[in-house]
Structures are given as C-alpha cells and as structure tokens.
C-alpha cells in the first residue's frame, strides 16, 4: 500500500487526503513531525516538507502541488466528470489559482501562522523554536481571516462549488485550510452563512469524515468541529 | 500581444520571462510595484502577487504555477524534445518538484529576504514597510546561500540538465532564483565551481539575455553579472 507521510495540522497534507479519498486510493497514514528533522524523512525529501507520497513501487512524490498533478495526471484525467481538475486550460488555471490561494496564500497570512503558534510551538522542543504563542502574530493572522472569509464567501455565492459547477482541488484545498482553522476555533461562522453553507456541503462528503475523527494530541477541537449540522 | 505583469528582482516574474522566450512568445512587459496595491492590479489578481499574464483575449492568468502548467498544456506539449515539461509523469514530478524547491523553499530559505531587505525596502516608502535593511534577516539568509548551492551543485553534478537530460522548467526555475541572487552579488562562484558550469550554460541561452541586459534603478549589479565567461 502506499504512504502519506502527513501532519494533522498541515493543510497541505489535509488537501492530498482528501484526493485520494475522492478518488478512492488507500494509503498507509505515517504522521511526520517535521521539526524533528528525521533523517530518513529527509532523504525522501530534502526540502523536508509535508506531504510526501511513497508508492507502492517506493517512488517518492514530495509537495502537494507534485502530487496532486500526478494524481490528476494519472487517476484524475480517467474519471469524466467526476475528475477534480478540469478539461479546459482556462477551467483548471482558475481552479490551480483557487489552490495556490488558499494553500499559499492564506496559509501565509493566516493558517499557518495559527497552526504554528497554537499548535506547534507547544510540540516543538524549545530550543528549536517552541515554546509560547506570539500574541502579536496571532492578532495580525486573526485580523487576515475576516478578509479571507469575505473572498470564500464571495466564491460560494457566486458559484455552485468555488471554481465553477464541479467540486474540484479549489474546493479540496480551501476546505483543508478551513478545517484546519475551524478545528481551532477561529472561524466566526455566524459571520459568513453563504461559506457555511458551501462548507457544510463540503464537509458532509464520506472524505471529509477521517478528517473529523482525527484529534490532534492535547488539544481539543471546537465543539462543532465534527457536525455537519454546525 | 499578451501583456505579463512582473518585477525585475521577483523569481516567478523571471521564471515565466524564460518560459515565454524559450518557446518564442512576445510579451509586453509591465513593471508593477506590488506595495502600491493599485486597484487596477488587485482586480486582475486578487492576491496582489506576481506574475499575472493576460493573453491576447483579456483572460488572466494568476502566478507561475499556474501560468506555466497552462503554457504546458496550450504549447509545451506540441514541443516535443523542446517541451520543458517531460512526458512521463514521474518525470515531471521531479521537474515540479525543483520548481518548488527553487521558487518555494529556496525563495522562502535565501531569495525573499535577501531582494526585500536590499531592494525592495528601498523602494518601498516607510510606512509601508520600506526602510533600512535588517542585519539579523541578511545574515541568516546568507547563512542558508551554502546549502542550497550545494544541492545545487548535487544535482547539476548527476545529470546534464537539473532534471535529467533536457533543459527543463526546472532549470529555469533555478536560473530565475540564482540570476536573481548573482545580480546582487550574494552567490561565491569560487565555491561552487559545477554549479557555475551548468549556470554558464544555462546563461548563455538567448532567453537570458533580455534578464542580463536589465538594470533595477539605483542598484548596479555585481561586475560579471552579464558575462557568460565569469
């Protein structure tokens, strides 16, 4: 079978998840702690990054954006409607922008500053950079979030699924960042009704549910984490 | 003619640059301060980052992954033995995973900090974040220049080309990275003899030359910048 080496924290890892669960792969689940530097992980990807994917053949895929084109190079391009990226170029640009969004773009201006502060730095040794959150990195993420919720609002109302009339990677990705932030806590969902209703949708899907079982060590989600009625 | 938004010190602006020349496409090519947020540029990309290309019918497209997966599939794939993308998709998992690397963590590790606290808080006015460069973030970006010239010598070392036997986008995702770094004199050739081999190949491609005859107001480059005998 193959591996995922993951983190549960790690939108990235979260986005491959939930491919591989759509398209129906089974993977071995290996959770990385990448501060640790473990030289065998390094060794499948010296950039040290999650996620990695390890076939059954041990050929090695490091990076969502690696392994979610050869997904689609593979898998994807057999599935007709049911393919997460598109046939037309312009189609899958949009929905290749819609990731780089929320997996680039939010994730530097809010998730993994949050992940980071609230999650790993109670994981992490404090001489590799552990220790307690930054108040002021988490007022400034805080503060980034509404704009993020205002833009996926504007995406979920002006369109079935966020990048057009198919679930595609826009969706898998920006629902890996929002879990990730909702498991947290810091989504005001009374705020934003029509993303809600985009991620209730999402997050009634039979991919999402390994997602809302996990609990990470020591912290507990919000209590309407696992709802789908939340 | 398309239109490519971009900067001269930005990576994936140069990335896309060499892309568009290796395969004969005329641009025209607009300077954009991304600081300035002008509106007319955040309605074409949302996320205020570059390169944004806009073809001859006004469709946009937003950053060089996206860009470049879409110069693959409308023009790459009609190539043949000139497609710098491969064919086989472990192939191209490895060209996309040195893309990553060098516009990713190289970027975040060394090339980020290093344009922004030399040129672009130049630039920039104070109150929006311009200002005098921070010694501590230069010296640990410095600090980081090492080891990835050495990978970079590894993998220029073992293969012809940085991905295998052809030039490849992740050739030109690492000239766009090192280009970038020569031209403000942080990289020690002396160090690095195999890398600099397959740099002085890689410059003397006529796609560099338009990057080697530019010039960022008020910042001379390094001596043998423009030299493809350095």
């Known amino acids: 079978m193959p591996t995922l080496y993951h983190h549960p924290m790690s939108t990235t890892s979260r986005f491959v998840r939930l491919i591989l669960s759509e398209y129906g792969f089974q993977a071995d689940l290996v959770e990385e ?4 530097k473990r030289r065998e992980f390094l060794t499948l990807n010296p950039a040290g990054t999650l996620p ?3 076939d059954d053949n041990m050929r090695t895929l490091c990076g969502c954006t690696v392994i979610s084109e050869f997904l689609d190079e593979t898998h994807g391009v057999l599935k ?4 997460l990226l598109a046939e037309d170029p312009f189609q899958r640009a949009e929905i290749r922008r819609l990731v780089d969004w929320f997996l680039q773009k939010m994730e530097q201006d809010v998730t993994r500053p949050l992940a980071r502060e609230r999650v790993f730095k109670l994981q992490i040794p404090n001489g590799l950079g552990g220790g307690a959150p930054d108040s002021k990195v988490l007022r400034t993420a805080r503060g980034n979030i509404r704009q993020h ?3 996926l609002s504007w995406l979920a109302g002006s369109r ?7 679930l595609s990677y826009g969706d898998l990705a920006a629902g890996a960042a929002i ?3 909702d498991y947290l806590g810091e989504i005001d969902w009374a705020e934003s009704p029509i993303a809600k209703d985009w991620y209730q949708r999402l997050k ?5 549910r390994p997602l809302l079982a996990e609990r990470v060590r020591g912290l507990t989600p919000v209590s309407h984490y696992a709802d789908l009625d939340f």
Chains 1, 2 share one sequence.
Do not use: I
């Open 160 to 166: 079935t699924w966020l990048a057009g009339d198919r």
């Open 33 to 36: 702690q990448t501060w640790e």
């Open 149 to 151: 919720m205002k833009y």
């Open 80 to 83: 007709r409607d049911r393919r």
């Open 204 to 208: 009634s899907r039979p991919s999402f």
């Open 179 to 181: 879990s990730v932030l």
């Open 52 to 54: 990695v994917y390890v």
